[in-house]
């Protein structure tokens, strides 16, 4: 399958820079994932779509802020450093620029000594490993020289850096925000609840796969980097309840899918408790095993996540989908508008 056939014409004024004073203001495309119907909706709408008993599964992986800007100590060159992935022992997998003056046994002074950085291994597309070396607390140190690591298409500074975070964030260590959570308030999240629907968290710490691009021409030639995750026993109890008792388990993003589908293939289609790394790659042809229906914002041409959410689908109704989102000036990418791929309603099928 080409990484062509992904494609689509997104024009650049369309990708928000900026997020919404109101987090449920933005637009809602409801789309029948069978049939290909839509439905011009606002975020706030969604409640409308859930029905008593079913499952909202949310990933609460809280965004550090990740991007650092130091100084090469022997040259006083500027580098850019984005944490990835804590190894443990004070050291990270990052992502640098300009990472050709970056090789083993280069240091990089940040916030004038108070974090200290020796490169320790080098990696692809601009991969580096840092060993640090600070006083106090490593967090702390991040807090007070860090900065949200928003994706290269947003060129606007972001006021408030909570708005780069969802208001459930709890497990720290992604590199970019799950951005279809990002719609939600606990106003809404306590509505849905008092609809009857059960809302669970998860854990997956976006890394480097969301800032890698597919550079071959065939899906299948493509690698996706591995991301952590954890589910624990009282998530996935909640899930395997849902699906005993007739309800529906939607997702919250690109994600809380993954997480599932990775546990579901790996358990027989059960969701058990479970930790560790996935490299899951969904595209066309594979079989969802966990989800009825997925919330996603609208995803870069050509990327992993398109295909993802083709897979769920098909690929014709997801393109026929964004060019209806292009048409109607939906906002686009993680400050933008959402989708919602709506699942059966229950005994549809029965």
């Not at 083709?310 to 964004?322: D, G, M, Q, T, V």
Request: glycine letters at 10%; aromatic letters at 10%.
């Amino acid at each position: 399958m080409n990484v062509e056939d992904f494609d689509f014409h997104l024009p650049e004024e369309l990708i928000a820079q900026t997020p919404l004073k109101d987090r449920t203001a933005s637009r809602l495309l409801v789309v029948d994932r069978e049939t290909g119907s839509m439905d011009d909706r606002n975020f706030s709408d969604i409640l409308e779509y859930f029905e008593l008993g079913d499952c909202l599964v949310l990933n609460d992986t809280k965004v550090l802020p990740a991007r650092l800007m130091g100084t090469k100590e022997e040259t006083g060159a500027t580098i850019e450093v984005l944490l990835l992935t804590d190894k443990g022992g004070d050291e990270w997998e990052t992502l640098v620029k300009p990472a050709k003056r970056v090789k083993p046994g280069t240091v990089v002074t940040f916030g004038d000594g108070l974090l200290k950085a020796e490169c320790t291994g080098v990696g692809d597309h601009g991969g580096r490993t840092f060993k640090f070396s600070y006083e106090g607390i490593f967090y702390e140190v991040l807090d007070r020289l860090g900065e949200m690591p928003l994706p290269p298409y947003i060129h606007e500074k972001l006021d408030d850096r909570d708005r780069y975070q969802t208001v459930f964030a709890k497990e720290r260590g992604s590199a970019a925000a799950p951005t279809a959570g990002l719609h939600f308030t606990e106003e809404l999240l306590d509505r849905i609840r008092e609809k009857g629907v059960k809302i669970v968290f998860i854990t997956l710490h976006v890394g480097l796969g969301t800032f890698r691009p597919v550079s071959v021409d065939t899906i299948e030639s493509h690698e996706m980097h591995s991301e952590y995750y954890s589910v624990s026993e009282e998530s996935a109890a909640a899930i395997r309840k849902t699906k005993e008792t007739g309800g529906r388990v939607i997702a919250v993003g690109t994600t809380s899918t993954r997480t599932l589908e990775t546990i579901a293939s790996e358990n027989g289609g059960e969701i058990v408790a479970a930790g560790g790394w996935t490299s899951i790659f969904i595209y066309p042809g594979y079989e969802y095993k966990a989800i009825d229906g997925l919330i996603t914002n609208f995803h870069l041409p050509k990327s992993t996540l398109i295909m993802l959410v083709s897979a769920f689908s098909s690929r014709e109704i997801i393109l026929n989908a964004y060019r209806h989102a292009v048409d109607g000036r939906y906002r686009f990418f993680s400050f933008g508008d959402a989708m919602f791929l709506m699942p059966p309603k229950k005994g549809r099928n029965e």
